[in-house]
């Protein structure tokens, strides 16, 4: 799955587009992606053994 950003740059949160750049959108949209990725795989790891 991939997420595609830069080709579709939107605010990622109510505040005013003028605070932030535009990078800052694209850079923390992708981190967060990334986390949450992340995130999903290591609890859903830990959660099959649990079960």
Do not use: D, K
């Not at 986390?35 to 079960?51: A, E, K, R």
């Amino acid at each position: 799955m991939e997420f595609e950003f830069e080709s579709t740059p939107r605010p990622l949160s109510p505040l005013p587009t003028l605070t932030y750049p535009a990078n800052f959108y694209s850079e923390t949209g992708h981190l967060a992606i990334h986390l949450y990725l992340y995130m999903c795989t290591f609890v859903g790891f830990f959660n099959i053994p649990m079960t």
